[in-house]
């Protein structure tokens, strides 16, 4: 059974979503939730088989968790959650639905 569901966005969109984040972020070592929601955005130009780049929201989609290249444990951003928030958290395509 999934637990969370895992959208795909356009780059548009995708970078939208951090117009909502609150400024400086953390890395939260041995940070353990599961995801609200998990959102992809297709890294175009890159070669080699498909590749992403991955949000993670967690914790009632007030934190957001990204993985910038180097950091394996990513690193967290809060969020002002809005209901605009909680209506980017629904654009998309869904790749994969919780049961």
Do not use: C
Request: aromatic share 10%.
């Amino acid at each position: 059974m999934w637990r969370w569901e895992i959208r795909e966005y356009s780059q548009r969109d995708f970078d939208a979503l951090f117009e909502y984040a609150v400024p400086g972020a953390a890395r939260v070592t041995g940070m353990l939730a599961l995801p609200d929601l998990e959102i992809m955005v297709r890294i175009l130009g890159e070669p080699g088989a498909p590749r992403f780049h991955r949000l993670t929201v967690l914790l009632d989609q007030e934190l957001v968790r990204v993985y910038p290249r180097g950091i394996r444990e990513g690193s967290v951003f809060r969020v002002n959650p809005t209901p605009k928030w909680k209506a980017a958290l629904r654009l998309g395509q869904v790749l994969r639905k919780t049961r």
